[in-house]
């Protein structure tokens, strides 16, 4: 158990469509970091958030973009959906933004797009 | 950016087999993770380890990170230990994964 819980566990969505996925982290954890792992790869950098703001992003569009909340809540949305966007999506959470601690992953979010 | 390179890909070895996994990355980093990813998806963390030797039972790690590369030790293998390992190196707020090596272990 790494404290860290994802919601829903699955999720279908057509193309076009939009999608919202959640993420708690770990009483404390001021930094999450949102990833997707397509099948056989290894997870890609989405974005990171410090203290509600975003402070870091992989090569990812616009159409995917996330809210930190007080609570240690953290949400990824995505837009427009897309075939290629079926994957597994992974939240993790750290205690601050310093680059150096350790993170804690959630157990994931598989969505399907058709 | 920084570029990491896990070796080998697949892996297949008896029970009871040890194990060396390696990490190869291109920069310098702040800090290192391995983890197991067991068939549900969960990234099950094993050492946070940006420099130095750790040791926890079976598994143990060591980074060099002056010659920018990790290893991963596992000892007498068991068939619990199959699965996919993934490093992970932190510079400049960003996460790079490796491909991860798939480990299958036989009865």
């Known amino acids: 158990e790494t404290g860290v819980t994802q919601s829903p566990t699955h999720l279908i969505k057509t193309r076009g469509q939009q999608v919202t996925l959640r993420c708690s982290s770990q009483?404390?954890?001021?930094?999450v970091s949102w990833y997707q792992q397509a099948l056989g790869q290894g997870p890609q950098f989405i974005f990171q958030?410090?203290?509600?703001?975003?402070?870091g992003r992989g090569n990812f569009p616009p159409r995917f973009s996330g809210l930190q909340f007080p609570n240690y809540s953290s949400e990824l949305n995505v837009n427009a959906l897309e075939l290629d966007d079926s994957a597994l999506y992974l939240c993790?959470?750290?205690?601050?933004?310093?680059?150096?601690?350790?993170?804690?992953f959630g157990p994931g979010t598989r969505l399907t797009v058709l | 950016g920084i570029q990491v390179e896990q070796s080998p890909p697949d892996l297949i070895l008896q029970e009871g087999a040890n194990s060396t996994l390696r990490c190869n990355f291109s920069?310098?980093?702040?800090?290192l993770q391995w983890f197991h990813q067991n068939p549900w998806g969960q990234l099950i963390n094993l050492f946070y380890?940006?420099?130095g030797t750790k040791q926890n039972g079976r598994l143990s790690a060591t980074t060099v990170a002056t010659e920018r590369y990790s290893l991963l030790y596992i000892s007498s293998s068991q068939t619990t230990d199959s699965g996919v390992y993934f490093c992970?190196?932190?510079?400049?707020?960003?996460?790079?994964f490796g491909k991860g090596t798939r480990l299958h272990i036989l009865p």
């Open positions: 993790a959470s750290r205690p601050g933004v310093t680059r150096s601690n350790e993170q804690f």
């Open positions: 009483s404390g954890h001021n930094t």
């Open positions: 958030y410090y203290r509600e703001e975003e402070n």
């Open positions: 920069d310098s980093v702040n800090n």
């Open positions: 380890i940006p420099s």
């Open positions: 992970a190196a932190n510079r400049d707020d960003k996460i790079i």
